[in-house]
Protein backbone atom coordinates (compact mmCIF):
# COMPACT_ATOMS: atom_id res chain seq x y z
CA UNK A 1 0.00 0.00 0.00
CA UNK A 2 1.06 3.57 -0.57
CA UNK A 3 2.94 4.76 2.18
CA UNK A 4 2.63 8.49 0.91
CA UNK A 5 -1.25 9.34 0.69
CA UNK A 6 -4.47 7.44 2.45
CA UNK A 7 -5.82 6.34 -0.62
CA UNK A 8 -5.31 2.04 0.20
CA UNK A 9 -3.48 2.05 -3.37
CA UNK A 10 -0.49 -0.26 -4.49
CA UNK A 11 2.22 2.00 -4.75
CA UNK A 12 3.10 1.66 -8.56
CA UNK A 13 4.91 3.51 -11.29
CA UNK A 14 0.58 4.27 -12.13
CA UNK A 15 -0.34 5.28 -8.65
CA UNK A 16 2.70 7.83 -8.44
CA UNK A 17 2.08 9.38 -11.91
CA UNK A 18 -1.49 9.63 -11.60
CA UNK A 19 -3.36 8.91 -8.69
CA UNK A 20 -1.52 9.44 -5.76
CA UNK A 21 -2.67 12.06 -3.38
CA UNK A 22 0.47 13.01 -1.76
CA UNK A 23 0.27 17.17 -1.27
CA UNK A 24 4.03 17.37 -2.74
CA UNK A 25 3.50 14.47 -5.83
CA UNK A 26 -0.42 16.59 -6.39
CA UNK A 27 2.03 20.18 -6.17
CA UNK A 28 4.36 18.62 -9.18
CA UNK A 29 1.25 18.12 -11.37
CA UNK A 30 -0.20 21.45 -10.96
CA UNK A 31 2.99 22.60 -12.09
CA UNK A 32 3.67 20.18 -14.76
CA UNK A 33 -0.18 20.47 -15.60
CA UNK A 34 0.19 20.81 -19.49
CA UNK A 35 1.97 16.90 -19.77
CA UNK A 36 -1.66 16.21 -18.36
CA UNK A 37 -3.57 18.20 -20.51
CA UNK A 38 -4.75 14.50 -22.35
CA UNK A 39 -6.62 14.01 -18.81
CA UNK A 40 -8.12 17.54 -18.60
CA UNK A 41 -11.81 17.02 -17.39
CA UNK A 42 -10.37 14.34 -14.82
CA UNK A 43 -7.58 16.28 -13.26
CA UNK A 44 -8.25 19.73 -11.42
CA UNK A 45 -6.09 22.20 -9.41
CA UNK A 46 -8.59 21.24 -5.99
CA UNK A 47 -7.88 17.15 -7.19
CA UNK A 48 -5.04 16.71 -9.38
CA UNK A 49 -5.29 12.73 -9.38
CA UNK A 50 -7.23 10.42 -10.79
CA UNK A 51 -10.04 8.71 -9.08
CA UNK A 52 -9.94 5.61 -11.20
CA UNK A 53 -7.69 3.14 -12.64
CA UNK A 54 -6.75 3.76 -16.10
CA UNK A 55 -5.36 1.56 -18.73
CA UNK A 56 -2.16 0.62 -19.92
CA UNK A 57 -2.01 2.14 -23.00
CA UNK A 58 -3.09 6.04 -22.03
CA UNK A 59 0.25 5.55 -19.36
CA UNK A 60 2.17 4.27 -22.44
CA UNK A 61 0.96 7.49 -24.77
CA UNK A 62 1.87 9.67 -21.39
CA UNK A 63 5.32 8.18 -21.17
CA UNK A 64 5.53 8.60 -25.21
CA UNK A 65 4.01 12.02 -25.31
CA UNK A 66 6.84 14.65 -27.18
CA UNK A 67 7.80 17.02 -24.26
CA UNK A 68 11.35 17.51 -22.93
CA UNK A 69 9.45 18.57 -19.82
CA UNK A 70 8.60 15.28 -19.44
CA UNK A 71 12.09 14.30 -17.88
CA UNK A 72 12.05 16.60 -15.43
CA UNK A 73 8.63 15.69 -14.06
CA UNK A 74 9.51 12.37 -13.63
CA UNK A 75 12.95 12.94 -11.91
CA UNK A 76 11.14 15.39 -9.76
CA UNK A 77 8.43 12.95 -9.12
CA UNK A 78 11.39 9.94 -8.40
CA UNK A 79 12.80 12.09 -6.04
CA UNK A 80 9.50 12.35 -3.41
CA UNK A 81 8.75 8.98 -3.90
CA UNK A 82 12.04 8.01 -2.91
CA UNK A 83 13.18 10.66 -0.60
CA UNK A 84 12.90 8.71 2.64
CA UNK A 85 15.25 6.09 1.21
CA UNK A 86 17.54 8.52 -0.02
CA UNK A 87 17.61 10.54 3.19
CA UNK A 88 18.85 7.18 4.49
CA UNK A 89 21.85 6.46 2.39
CA UNK A 90 22.80 10.57 2.62
CA UNK A 91 22.57 9.40 6.50
CA UNK A 92 24.80 6.51 5.90
CA UNK A 93 27.28 7.93 3.86
CA UNK A 94 27.70 10.74 5.94
CA UNK A 95 28.77 8.42 8.93
CA UNK A 96 30.82 6.44 6.87
CA UNK A 97 32.75 10.20 5.46
CA UNK A 98 33.26 11.30 9.57
CA UNK A 99 34.79 8.14 10.41
CA UNK A 100 38.10 8.20 11.51
CA UNK A 101 40.84 6.92 8.94
CA UNK A 102 41.82 3.07 9.18
ZN1 LIG B 1 -0.30 7.37 -2.88
Redesign the pocket.
Known sequence: M?D??A?D?I?DEV?ALFM???ADICALRVKYAYLFSQFSGNFSVEHPYLQQHISAQVVHDFLLQHNNKLFSFMSELMDFVLTGEDQSQADQSNSLAEGPPM
Do not use: G, V
Request: hydrophobic share 0%; proline share 0%.
Open positions: CRCSQQHCRN
